[in-house]
């Protein structure tokens, strides 16, 4: 019981209807996420990792239907169609429950629900916001326990107001004598709902990360996404890093990349450049909100990294290794003979004696991978090497640039500065990337991926472009963020990627918080400002022959093939395009064709 009326009610509805054998409130202690561990080593859902190797940390085993996100089976049911839009699925809210209840009725028998009050962003916050996702998993306690502030002081805060309601349900009933399964879920029927008007998820089949730990994708995106729109502030698939100069001068910056193209590594990123420092406050997520000062403001609503595994090494992401020494949950990674995790990539030398993510025995040298490509660490932010001590701050952190990313082998240039906010949401919202294995599906196929929200936005794409262009109206123009668009990804006719990437992208940061205080130089080209010769710090850098002109070179023929691709993305937005954009795709024709004369 709570103080919450609505709370206590639509508990006591959800578990009539859901039949569970007994209702726990979360109370966010520390005893309660050892229960939760026990309970899974139990059911076989965990098993321990040997003490000497990372101390209180588990690896948990999926079943292989249910590996990521299920993009296909996710829902924005608003009352109009048109509301959520063409890059949305839809159904009718009032089908959509009708379908869901029926799946819902009796799911939870013989297992524990639990209520789990979490806060996004630090509890109190004026950008925080209050959800309760009620789960029949351990599993997802567990990683909410990490990913989001739980517990007692998140109902204290909530009082009698009103919260997101998630339902979250692995969909797998036990009889009175069924063994449980190590991963529970359900075969048959998956669906992940979001009902935006009401501020409700209702998640049912899946047990995996963004289906079902509420608070990341379905809350911190898809709901946020719609309250933000409401209240005139930005909720991002955006990491959030805090950049020092040589002279103490701090920056902070924003990026959003869609799911694994290294958001992780470049929020935790090791500078190359002598006496540059990075330090992190986000990976995934930003709500930004217009501060009293007229700034953009960016808090981290996460407390945790659900991290993509894979590639994940000393080299590639120390900090990243540094912040998994202990208290981790690892899903879908291999184990070694000695009791520790391990994925492709992790160490130069593949382990002798392994056992794979389908528990199958593996060693080096076997063909097929010992990890799934999207096998994931959860851990508490805190635990970061390189966490910046504002990371909580309550009021957020004022915002100076804005990235926007892709996985583009060819055509976009390493790095582009918009002439504007306008030009900068066009950047955003024409965006593209080569698919990965985040989502179900092929890999490897270029998609527009608008602001990398396309599997996060909750309402109506050209809606929400539209809301990004009242920016400009809502503060001062010169103190909005400036906007860039980078790509690590291009490749060479040899096939081999021309820019090193990790460490080495803060030498594109440098132009970036350069060209903001002022100084660094740019050349004007058809599609935003590229840096001048000579501008781009690559000093003790070993570039291929020709490399940094095809990295900053801008692509006329290739940008000209782009420009009908942009219409058509376009076009399937119909009226409810920002005229303004549709403006800058003509823009961005006329001035290829001046250029290629
Ligand atoms: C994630 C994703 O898990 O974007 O962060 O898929
Ligand atoms: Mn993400």
Redesign the pocket.
């Known amino acids: 019981m709570s103080r919450n009326a609505m709370l206590d009610a639509w508990v006591s509805e959800v578990a009539a209807l859901c039949g569970p054998e007994r209702v726990h409130w979360c109370d966010g202690s520390k005893a309660e996420y050892d229960a939760m561990i026990r309970v899974m080593i139990q059911t076989g859902t965990a098993v321990p990792l040997a003490d000497d190797t990372r101390p209180g940390s588990v690896l948990v085993r999926s079943h292989p239907a249910d590996v990521a996100?299920v993009e296909d089976r996710t829902y924005i049911c608003s009352t109009n169609k048109d509301d959520a839009g063409p890059t949305n699925n839809w159904m009718a809210p009032a089908e959509m429950k009708a379908t869901l209840t029926e799946l819902f009725r009796g799911s939870m028998a013989g297992r524990t629900m639990y209520v789990i009050p979490y806060s996004m962003g630090p509890i109190g916050s004026p950008i925080a916001n209050i959800g309760v996702e009620l789960t029949d998993s351990p599993y997802v306690v567990a990683n909410m326990h990490i990913m989001t502030r739980v517990g007692s002081a998140v109902l204290d805060v909530l009082g009698d107001g009103g919260f997101v309601r998630g339902l979250h349900s692995v969909g797998a009933p036990l009889g009175a004598n069924d063994p449980d399964s190590p991963w529970p879920h359900n075969l048959e029927h998956k669906y992940i709902c979001h009902f935006p008007e009401t501020r409700e998820i209702w998640s049912f089949g899946s047990g995996y990360?963004?289906n079902a730990l509420l608070g990341?994708?379905c809350h911190a995106l898809r709901i946020a996404s719609v309250q933000a729109r409401d209240e005139g502030w930005l909720a991002e698939?955006m990491l959030i890093l805090k950049l020092t100069n040589p002279e103490g001068r701090v920056h902070y910056i924003t990026g959003a990349f869609?799911?694994?193209c290294g958001?992780t590594n470049l929020a935790m990123l090791t500078p190359t450049i002598p006496g540059w420092k990075v330090e992190t406050i986000g990976d995934?997520i930003a709500w930004m909100k217009i501060g009293r000062d007229g700034r953009l403001r960016a808090i981290n609503p996460e407390a945790g990294f659900?991290g993509?595994a894979p590639g994940t090494s000393e080299a590639t992401n120390a900090n990243a290794m540094g912040s998994l020494t202990g208290n981790a949950i690892f899903t879908n990674c291999a184990m070694t003979e000695d009791g520790d995790v391990w994925w492709e990539q992790m160490t130069d030398e593949a382990p002798e004696g392994a056992t794979d993510w389908l528990r199958r025995p593996w060693s080096r040298g076997t063909a097929r991978k010992a990890a799934h490509p999207n096998a994931?660490f959860t851990v508490p932010a805190r635990q970061c090497p390189v966490i910046a001590p504002e990371w909580e701050d309550p009021e957020g952190v004022p915002i100076d640039a804005i990235l926007f990313g892709g996985r583009r082998t060819s055509t976009v240039p390493l790095v582009t500065e918009a002439f504007d906010w306008t030009h900068g949401t066009f950047m955003g919202a024409t965006a593209g990337s080569e698919t990965t294995a985040?989502?179900v599906g092929a890999v490897g196929q270029l998609r527009r991926d608008p602001m990398a929200m396309l599997p996060f936005c909750g309402y109506n794409m050209a809606d929400y472009w539209n809301h990004w262009l009242t920016f400009e109206q809502r503060t001062s123009p010169a103190k909005l963020p400036r906007v860039y668009f980078v790509n690590w990804f291009l490749k060479g006719p040899d096939g081999k990627f021309l820019w090193p990437g990790y460490g080495e992208n803060s030498r594109v940061l440098k132009w970036i918080v350069e060209r903001v205080e002022g100084t660094a130089e740019a050349v004007d080209t058809p599609i935003g400002r590229v840096p001048a010769p000579g501008a781009l710090d690559i000093d003790g850098l070993q570039l291929a022959d020709g490399a940094l002109e095809r990295l900053l070179d801008v692509d006329i023929e290739g940008w000209l093939n782009e420009v009908p691709l942009i219409r058509d993305h376009f076009a399937k937005f119909g009226d409810r395009l920002p005229t303004s954009l549709a403006a800058r795709a003509d823009d961005l024709e006329r001035s290829l064709l001046v250029a290629q004369e």
């Open positions: 996100r990360g963004g990341k994708k698939h869609p799911s694994a958001k995934d659900f993509v994931r985040a989502a």
